[in-house]
């Protein structure tokens, strides 16, 4: 009997609520410096050029992209399944308020494959890490397309992050470990169970083909790939050995426009 759509989320919730108090604390996933917060705001700049855009980043988690947007002068929504990831996101965000000002940035609860927004809603759809953990990915983004405005684009930033060779599986073997030794973290706690991922289109990530098919399907034009690999050169310049050992990631964004009357 396979698992229901209500089991899954609820199981996917349960796993982020627990990696919250962490999450930042990861590699690759907390922006850990200054340089790449700024080659993150020059990604952004690229892709979705334009001021005070009406942005919806899917998934948001602890609001380490939400809030790299609202920096730029954009109007963030940001929605997720889990209340203490949120929880993260509206501290941080409260703690920049502190030092930088008011940002325009609200952190709700929302399920990336059934919107509460009306359509035509949004400059943009962003979202980091997040297509992989989704049971309906095109569904997904079919909605995500739905909810722009004329004009408007999906970036979808993702890679894959386990190819299923050995040396991907030496490579995370050994990160497991030194994670338990270093850091006294038990990282099968931070993972979802195999009733989940088979559950899972993507569950070991994606490749850049996959993302784009989502994108092309779902109507969008001038579909893009752009390669991340300088920001990847940052973040490994600051990773500890356990990390690089590790991080070998094909990382990209895919992005798309919709063009409705033309
Ligand atoms: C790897 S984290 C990425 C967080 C954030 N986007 C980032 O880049 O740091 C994946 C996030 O997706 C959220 N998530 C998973 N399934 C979701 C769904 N169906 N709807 C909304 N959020 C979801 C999780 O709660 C988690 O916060």
Not at 242 to 259: F, M
Request: with cysteine; glycine share 8%; net charge neutral.
């Amino acid at each position: 009997m396979s698992i229901s759509e209500n089991k899954i989320k609820e199981e996917i919730t349960k796993r982020w609520d627990y990696s919250s108090q962490r999450y930042d604390t990861y590699h690759g996933h907390g922006i850990k410096t200054e340089e790449e917060t700024v080659a993150w705001t020059a990604f952004f700049r690229q892709v979705l050029p334009g001021e005070r855009l009406n942005i919806l980043d899917i998934g948001c988690g602890t609001g380490e992209i939400s809030l790299v947007l609202a920096g730029m002068g954009h109007k963030v929504t940001g929605i997720d399944l889990s209340e203490k990831m949120l929880d993260r996101a509206k501290e941080k965000s409260k703690a920049l308020a502190g030092r930088h000002g008011e940002l325009a940035v609200d952190f709700r609860i929302g399920d990336a494959e059934s919107l509460p927004f009306e359509p035509g809603s949004f400059d943009a759809v962003v979202t980091r890490h997040v297509l992989w953990t989704l049971p309906n990915p095109q569904k997904a983004v079919d909605s995500w397309t739905e909810m722009l405005k004329d004009g408007g684009k999906v970036v979808v930033i993702d890679c894959l992050w386990n190819d299923g060779s050995l040396e991907t599986r030496l490579r995370m073997s050994a990160f497991i470990l030194l994670m338990r030794i270093v850091e006294r973290n038990d990282l099968s706690k931070d993972r979802y169970t195999p009733e989940i991922n088979a559950a899972l289109p993507n569950s070991r990530g994606l490749r850049p083909d996959t993302a784009r098919s989502y994108l092309e399907k779902a109507g969008l034009k001038d579909v893009g790939l752009i390669r991340l690999d300088d920001l990847v050169d940052i973040q490994k310049r600051h990773m500890p050995f356990r990390y690089k050992i590790s991080y070998k990631l094909n990382y990209y964004a895919v992005h798309g426009k919709k063009e409705l009357y033309h």
